[in-house]
């Protein structure tokens, strides 16, 4: 049984950063589906050439969580896909901003 | 637990085909979607539609739910009848549990079921998905909050069945909107023998009218007398990590922004405190006050709408 009063801590990701494997796991796809978006340039900003040191943080989780929804949602296009979750990104980016700057 | 008309949800007849259900599925999905929606309650919406979906856009998912029957109504006190979803694999279900949890884990015991024909299958738990809401002065000095997530747990039979399941977390200092926070092994647990998945929490800031989050970086309003302004003043400030003493320098307008470096969220990179200046009027509603802004208004000899 889980123990409620003892509190867990955890990693912040961005810190401590996802392999490929994880990342996956993490959105319940095969690595080959991770592959295929860090090529495309929608995925791993920071991602090195050698795949084995590939790293994702928050940012990439979230974005590898909505891309997967609207390529099985609409059966979308991958790159249809990807410039979905762009304008979405900067869509929130401008409402942050918007905030920001006591403009709602 | 209460029954839920997915069909209603959707908008679609019973016998729709499944083709319609997409195509209905499809069309919510983008009304609502939270980038787009103006509704306020989009996301609650989004939830409901993909709930529905998940269940009716399953062949076998469908079918046990077309087995309970189209007698009841959305809302109604519900529960299964004791031989239904046999012929799924169901079984053992906890009545008490969310409508939904009824279908959800049919997908992966299938999954399971096929595979453990062949040999003893092991798999490694799934990882769960959450987001946690915090206070910006939570995101200064960290804190510990109860997450409950509803997570499967074998039971005596080895079937899985729907438990509560109430994590006390630590969210450290420094966390900024979007964050992730990854809980090793707390997802759920893995299949014959498999290691458990883990948990990822979402960082969400709640709304607070007195600041403003990008990122690392903090703003506030700071409101000022038009003397303070013009004259510059040191004033006290109440910002988010304590009070500070902020020099107004002199000349200063409206809406001008002072930097307070390191003082946003000390997340590694610390983000900086903008302190935005809003310049506040005395009402000239005694004899005195008019008698100052008339003064002023002589004196002064200002037309803001001449350059």
């Given at each position: 049984m889980m123990q409620a009063n003892q509190p867990i801590s955890g990693v912040l990701l961005d810190e401590v950063a996802l392999s490929l494997d994880e990342l996956a796991h993490a959105v319940d796809v095969g690595p080959d589906w991770v592959v295929r978006h860090v090529q495309m340039g929608v995925l791993g900003f920071d991602a090195s050439v050698q795949v084995t040191t590939w790293r994702f943080g928050s940012r990439d989780l979230d974005r590898a969580r909505r891309l997967l929804r609207i390529e099985r949602d609409f059966e979308a296009n991958a790159d249809v896909a990807a410039l979905v979750i762009d304008l979405g990104d900067e869509i929130r980016r401008l409402r942050t901003r918007m905030r920001a700057l006591g403009v709602e | 637990v209460e029954y839920k008309d997915y069909y209603k949800t959707l908008g679609v007849e019973r016998t729709a085909p499944a083709k319609e259900i997409k195509a209905a599925y499809r069309k919510l999905v983008r009304k609502y979607h939270p980038d787009v929606s103006k509704h306020k309650d989009a996301d609650e919406k989004t939830k409901e539609i993909n709930e529905a979906y998940d269940v009716l856009g399953d062949a076998e998912k469908r079918a046990a739910y077309d087995e309970l029957g189209p007698g009841f109504q959305q809302g109604?006190?519900?529960?299964?009848?004791?031989?239904?979803?046999?012929?799924?694999?169901?079984?053992?279900?906890?009545?008490?549990?969310l409508f939904a949890d009824l279908f959800a884990d049919l997908g992966r015991r299938g999954q399971a079921g096929r595979a453990g024909a062949r040999r003893t299958f092991q798999m490694p738990g799934d990882d769960?998905?959450?987001?946690?809401?915090?206070?910006?002065?939570?995101?200064?000095?960290?804190?510990?909050?109860?997450?409950?997530?509803?997570?499967?747990?074998?039971?005596?039979?080895?079937?899985?069945?729907?438990?509560?399941?109430?994590?006390?977390?630590?969210?450290?200092?420094?966390?900024?909107?979007?964050?992730?926070?990854?809980?090793?092994?707390?997802?759920?647990?893995?299949?014959?023998?498999?290691?458990?998945?883990?948990?990822?929490?979402?960082?969400?800031?709640?709304?607070?009218?007195?600041?403003?989050?990008?990122?690392?970086?903090?703003?506030?309003?700071?409101?000022?007398?038009?003397?303070?302004?013009?004259?510059?003043?040191?004033?006290?400030?109440?910002?988010?990590?304590?009070?500070?003493?902020?020099?107004?320098?002199?000349?200063?307008?409206?809406?001008?922004?002072?930097?307070?470096?390191?003082?946003?969220?000390?997340?590694r990179t610390p983000g900086d405190l903008y302190l935005i200046l809003e310049v506040v009027l005395p009402p000239a509603d005694t004899e005195r006050a008019r008698e100052l802004y008339a003064q002023m208004a002589r004196e002064l000899a200002f037309n803001p709408r001449q350059t």
């Open positions: - | 109604q006190e519900f529960r299964p009848p004791p031989d239904w979803g046999a012929q799924h694999g169901f079984g053992g279900v906890n009545a008490e549990d769960i998905h959450a987001a946690i809401s915090i206070d910006l002065h939570d995101a200064y000095t960290g804190t510990t909050r109860a997450v409950v997530l509803r997570v499967p747990e074998p039971d005596a039979h080895g079937r899985p069945q729907m438990r509560e399941k109430t994590l006390s977390v630590n969210i450290p200092k420094g966390v900024t909107p979007g964050q992730q926070l990854r809980l090793a092994g707390q997802g759920h647990p893995g299949m014959g023998g498999g290691p458990p998945g883990d948990l990822y929490l979402e960082i969400q800031f709640n709304p607070d009218p007195r600041y403003r989050v990008e990122g690392v970086n903090v703003y506030q309003n700071v409101p000022v007398t038009p003397w303070e302004a013009a004259l510059g003043a040191n004033i006290a400030v109440q910002t988010p990590s304590g009070q500070v003493e902020v020099t107004v320098p002199p000349n200063s307008q409206a809406g001008r922004k002072l930097r307070l470096k390191g003082r946003g969220i000390p997340a």
